[in-house]
């Protein structure tokens, strides 16, 4: 008896896990696009920048006032010749809107109830402000060439709002309602 209800609750902490807003994927360049950033270096304080970013490499550029300036700093993504890893970050906020479904739910056993699971249409908005940090990681290997990869990491908070439907009828208000 006590190893089925850790067996359900590890079941629900999975279940909430894999199907939640958060859904697990591989997100290293999840919204890495070309737009602007600021810039972060080693020692330097945060500046404007315009990332024009392609599957080869990221190109950045200054940006002084409302002006883009011509001079860029590129990263090679993937293997590289370069000798000297250069440790950068950029972030980004924006608008994030969501449109989700929640396939099952469940309501578990009450005094006069059985435990109930029902599949019925659930729709629900979020809308939020994302914070999102990408960092290139830099690695050398033995023969000295150099390997950048973006890492990417991010968080949001927001709003979540939706309708669901329900049957009401004697099996889910305790025979509060009779059936029709």
């Known amino acids: 008896m006590r190893w089925a209800k850790l067996i359900r609750v590890i079941l629900l902490v999975s279940l909430m896990i894999n ?6 994927q591989k997100s290293s360049q999840h919204g890495f696009d070309s737009g602007y950033y600021k810039h972060y270096r080693e020692n330097t304080p945060a500046e404007k920048v315009y990332l024009n970013i392609t ?7 200054p940006v002084v ?10 990263f090679p993504l993937g293997v590289a010749d370069s000798i000297a890893p250069i440790p950068s970050r950029f972030t980004k906020q924006s608008l994030d809107i969501d449109i989700t ?12 109830l059985p435990p109930q699971l029902s599949a019925e249409l659930n729709v629900a908005l979020y809308a939020g402000w994302r914070h999102d940090y990408y960092r290139i990681k830099s690695k050398k290997n033995p023969i000295g060439k150099v390997r950048y990869d973006v890492v990417n990491r991010g968080w949001d908070v927001g709003v979540l709002g939706g309708t669901g439907t329900t049957l009401i009828g004697p099996s889910t208000t305790s025979t509060a309602i009779s059936q029709e």
């Open 65 to 74: 006032g409302d002006q883009v300036q011509n001079s860029s700093l590129i």
């Open 19 to 24: 199907f939640s807003c958060g859904v697990i």
């Open 101 to 112: 479904t929640v396939l099952l739910k469940y309501r578990p056993k009450t005094d006069q």
């Open 55 to 61: 599957e080869d490499d990221v190109s950045v550029y």
